[in-house]
């Protein structure tokens, strides 16, 4: 796979990323481990080929039950691969976009438990985990998996960030869908306001940090262990 910004060039996905190579405490994440992506739905069936021989173990979607239902699961669902379906609506009530992913990291905190301890063991490796776009609810919980594996908040906003590489293509993306489905397009003042930008998911983390501490306060909450958590860095993290 040809790496673009710790992306890669791929036919169907326009959002897929490796969160290897990004600093954390005592190291760095391992390459290859652990990738983030918009829906595997669109994969071609060359993009498939690719993550099975590329060894990809798990599968994590965060799509609801209407979207898996309307787009299906893609090429891959046929391939020897874990498939972790973890239902997140998009339509969280929230006064924000900051607040919907906090909201979200407290709705759905038992099940993102049991799926950080899903990662900590090595044949759950590697992972891929993707909602419809890639950005928001994989954005947070990409931002849950690297601050648990001591990644700075800093570096965790830029990761979210580098979405913004894919805006386009998500706006195509988004505005055909629309026009199938017989619904007014949004425009691109619409798009413009949605660029995920690092202040957005730094207020996140900031009502994390707010009403938990810090992400291993939210584990502490939803019943993770000091142990669990340092098995997930264990497995996601190189010290050398």
Same mark, same amino acid.
């Given at each position: 796979?040809?790496?673009?910004?710790?992306?890669?060039?791929?036919?169907?996905?326009?959002?897929?990323?490796?969160?290897?190579?990004?600093?954390a405490d005592g190291g760095v994440i391992r390459p290859g481990r652990l990738?983030?992506?918009?829906? !595997?739905?669109? +994969?071609?069936? /060359? #993009?498939?080929?690719?993550?099975? &021989?590329?060894?990809?173990?798990?599968?994590?979607?965060?799509?609801?039950?209407?979207?898996?239902?309307?787009f299906g699961r893609g090429p891959l669902a046929s391939a020897p691969i874990t498939y972790v379906g973890l239902?997140?609506?998009?339509?969280i009530p929230a006064e924000s976009r900051s607040e919907y992913y906090f909201r979200l990291l407290a709705l759905h905190g038992p099940a993102l438990g049991d799926l950080v301890r899903r990662l900590s063991v090595a044949q759950s490796l590697?992972?891929?985990v993707h909602c419809h776009i890639g950005c928001d609810r994989t954005g947070i919980?990409?931002?849950?998996? !690297?601050?648990? +594996?001591?990644? /700075? #908040?800093?570096?965790?906003?830029? &990761?979210?960030?580098r979405s913004t590489r894919a805006n386009v293509a998500i706006r195509e993306r988004s505005e055909d869908r629309r026009r199938h489905l017989?619904?007014?397009?949004?425009?691109q003042a619409y798009y413009d306001a949605w660029e995920p930008q690092p202040e957005t998911m730094a207020a996140a983390l900031e009502l994390v940090a707010r009403e938990w501490r810090d992400m291993?306060?939210?584990?502490?909450?939803?019943?993770?262990?000091?142990?669990?958590?340092?098995?997930?860095?264990a497995a996601l993290v190189d010290p050398s």
């Open positions: 796979m040809a790496p673009v910004a710790r992306g890669y060039v791929f036919e169907g996905l326009v959002n897929f990323r490796d969160l290897g190579g990004i600093p990738f983030r992506s918009d829906s !595997l739905s669109y +994969a071609t069936e /060359s #993009d498939a080929a690719r993550l099975v &021989d590329a060894g990809l173990a798990t599968i994590v979607d965060l799509r609801d039950t209407v979207e898996v239902d309307e239902p997140c609506t998009d339509s590697p992972a891929v919980v990409s931002a849950m998996l !690297l601050g648990l +594996a001591g990644v /700075s #908040d800093e570096d965790i906003c830029a &990761d979210y960030a017989g619904l007014p397009l949004m425009g291993s306060g939210w584990a502490a909450t939803f019943g993770l262990t000091v142990d669990d958590v340092a098995d997930l860095r």
